[in-house]
């Protein structure tokens, strides 16, 4: 059996489990529905009921029961959006929109059962190789490299706290690490406005999930099914809970394994699908997580969209039978060696 890699802290690892939570969009049909029209943004001074816990001046506008959620963007028309997490020890907000999509983040549909499907990364090649302000697109040619743009200031009602963001340059990114821990409150009617600045103002709806408590957070990938267990929700009810695994870190194509289940308290990951991710490489610390999210999005000028992903996160700790990750000789039972660049034991 292998080694845990879903629990440790080194940087590699921590980029692996950062990579996890990036992909905002789900699967098993999260993200298909029609995005909605660009709204104005709201009087940052208005008041209103929802948002339990956010000052009276920061509260959502609408009732978190009935609010409509689009869910989140098809990744080859997100352009990006924001991502309001609560995670074991802090919260976090952080987003940016850029003026197209990047090739390399539309991840291509592989092989699905029930609710879970694979996600192929595939890395495009172009000869000659793309200017440095390029991207290679899948058909061989160079196109311009998407930049973030500025929409101005954005505020995010509802919250634990205030929250409103200024775009941060070189990068045009928005983020605030310090907002109070947990940021939501189970059941918060969450309401993001952006000023409007290269697009029009969008207006985007979340609510918040309750805590996720799982006493299946220490995933063995073998032969049979993975079970999952979480308490479900007594509230609303209206999040989802998405399990995401990766095994194959260093892969030219790596596989992530995605899950989007009812919030129902009990799931299982199919063992045909983990036999598939399995096969189709195995490299690395292997990462896995656990959330429980509602996603909104809003149509672009020019086709694309934006979205708002409201979730909170449990890591869970990754071991696949017959493979040993590594980052030094030790880690490497007797007989076998560490092969650094693939961290895995050969």
Known sequence: MGQSGGGCGSGRRSAARAALLGLTVGCGGAGEAEPKDSAPAGDAGATADGGAGADSGWAAEGDPATV??????????????????????????????ADGVVPVTVLRP??????????????????????P????????????YPRNQDLGPVSIRGLSGPVSMDPVPPGTTYFDSAVPHPAVEGDALVQLDTAGGAYPAVRLHGVGPEPLVSDTLAWVVGEGDLPLRWAPPTGLGRSRVEARLMVDQHGLSPYTLVCSFEDDGEAAVPAGLLRSLLGAGVSGFPSGTLRRRTDDQAALPGGGCVDLSVSTTQLATVEVDGHTPCDSPDDCPPGQICNIPLETCQ
Do not use: I, K
């Open 68 to 97: 409509a959620l689009h869910g989140a963007c098809p990744l080859d028309r997100r352009w990006g959006g924001f991502v309001v997490d609560v995670g074991p020890r802090y919260s976090a907000v952080t987003g940016a929109v």
């Open 110 to 131: 592989g092989p699905h059962e029930g609710d879970c499907q694979m996600l192929l990364r595939e890395n495009p090649s172009c000869d000659p190789p793309c200017a």
């Open 133 to 144: 302000d390029q991207a290679c697109d899948f058909d061989g040619s160079c196109l311009p």
